[in-house]
């Protein structure tokens, strides 16, 4: 008989499969032994013809030294090592080698990532996001040239966000950038959950989990998720236009209807308002709906908390064509953050929106015995009004503009410049 075929018999094949795992497992090292539970007569018999004399009960515990002795000298001529993958099973694999080089190419990939952050312009977070996709496992199962791949698009996009934040774009366009497709960055990919992560690390927050955080997230960053899900709540705006759309939102206007428009809506046709018209941007929806109950005429916008991109691109096109704002918004810390982006974006005035109007607002809720809210969070500046960062903390109430309506109301109805000072009046 051949001696591959007199190897490759049935009776040897439990013992060359745990020879074969043994080997893979230390490293192709020829050392330790191999146990065959119960062997079968006919196995006792062929590994005694290889190997010698065999216990007759018991489970046999078979020597890698001795048997690869054994082949050398026997007619096979060749060690364990050149025998087993001629007996099936293909080519031996070094298992601790290959963990060990695809650990070395990993540790190479993400020192290769970490050293193009410091040129990309993102901040400190960054160091961090890089640490907490990797504890996490986001590109675990990805072989490392495709993480590094992925990773330097996740540095690409998140600078790019960084360094223009004032900037709106849509995801899939920043996608198509990026990664050559428009779904690049879709909700199931993952770049998307690595940016994401980027996200959260900068913004300070948990990493989203639901759709809606997602959004949120991505809308806070300026991006679009797409044209029609996100909305922003207008009102009384009359526009000169004689397009189909500017015509239904005049109409909605004259009825005291409120509108939400889409960001396809706006790409599609932008809206455009007489030259020097003062446009009053609210932070609460409830606002928008007392103003139509009362058939207030003045115009007005909702930012809706913090603004998403389709109420930033209303408002660059209403500027853009020269119309004048006044904000105001909720008096809590979160709410003076997002006064002090719209102000300074568009050059806005404060409406009833300083340390005066804080002051009288505490007073009223106060004499009404109605419970007070206390401010949390970080203290914000408020450099329209030094003033009024220093009366919220000494006063350490929060004011939401549910409390102040029908102040706000009553500038809605008697005049654009009501609520306004002086130097907002005159000067912008």
């Not at 094949?13 to 062997?39: F, I």
């Not at 996740?154 to 934040?165: D, R, T």
Request: with cysteine; aromatic share 4%; net charge neutral.
């Amino acid at each position: 008989m051949e001696p591959l075929a007199f190897l490759a018999q049935p009776a040897f094949a439990r013992m060359w499969t745990a020879v074969r795992h043994r080997l893979e497992r230390e490293g192709l090292a020829v050392r330790g032994r191999v146990r065959l539970a119960d062997p079968a007569p006919e196995e006792r018999e062929a590994i005694g013809l290889l190997l010698g004399p065999v216990r007759h009960r018991g489970d046999l515990w078979v020597s890698l030294p001795d048997l690869d002795a054994r082949l050398r000298v026997s007619a096979a001529g060749a060690g364990l090592l050149d025998v087993v993958p001629l007996l099936g099973g293909g080519p031996l694999v070094d298992r601790p080698g290959l963990r060990a080089a695809k650990a070395s190419a990993r540790e190479q990939a993400w020192a290769e990532v970490e050293a193009a952050l410091a040129p990309s312009g993102l901040g400190e977070w960054a160091g961090e996001w890089i640490a907490e996709v990797r504890r996490a496992g986001v590109v675990a199962r990805l072989t490392p040239e495709n993480a590094v791949r992925l990773l330097h698009q996740a540095v690409a996009v998140l600078a790019e966000l960084e360094l223009a934040q004032d900037a709106r774009r849509g995801r899939a366009e920043l996608a198509a950038r990026y990664t050559g497709t428009a779904h690049g960055l879709d909700d199931d990919t993952p770049l998307s959950r690595v940016v994401l992560r980027g996200l959260a690390a900068r913004a300070g927050r948990a990493v989203p989990t639901g759709a809606a955080e997602r959004r949120a997230l991505w809308a806070e960053a300026g991006v679009a998720v797409d044209a029609v899900s996100q909305t922003v709540l207008t009102y009384g705006l009359r526009p000169t236009g004689r397009d189909l759309r500017s015509r239904q939102l005049a109409e909605r206007s004259r009825a005291c209807a409120e509108t939400h428009l889409t960001a396809r809506d706006l790409r599609v046709q932008p809206i455009a308002l007489p030259p020097g018209t003062l446009v009053r941007i609210c932070e609460n929806p409830r606002v928008v709906e007392a103003a139509a109950d009362a058939a207030c005429a003045a115009p007005l916008v909702c930012v809706n908390g913090n603004p998403a991109t389709v109420v930033f691109t209303l408002l660059d096109a209403l500027a853009a064509t020269g119309a004048l704002f006044a904000y105001h918004g909720d008096f809590d810390w979160p709410g003076i953050a997002i006064a002090a982006r719209v102000l300074a974006r568009y050059q806005a005035v404060p409406w009833r929106f300083r340390a005066r109007d804080y002051e009288d607002a505490v007073a009223e809720v106060r004499e009404r015995d109605a419970p007070e809210r206390a401010l949390s969070g970080p203290a914000a500046p408020t450099p329209w009004d030094p003033a009024l960062a220093t009366a919220m903390e000494a006063a350490g109430v929060a004011v939401h503009e549910e409390s102040v309506l029908a102040t706000l109301l009553a500038d809605l109805a008697e005049g654009e410049r009501e609520g306004l000072g002086r130097a907002d009046v005159h000067g912008r």
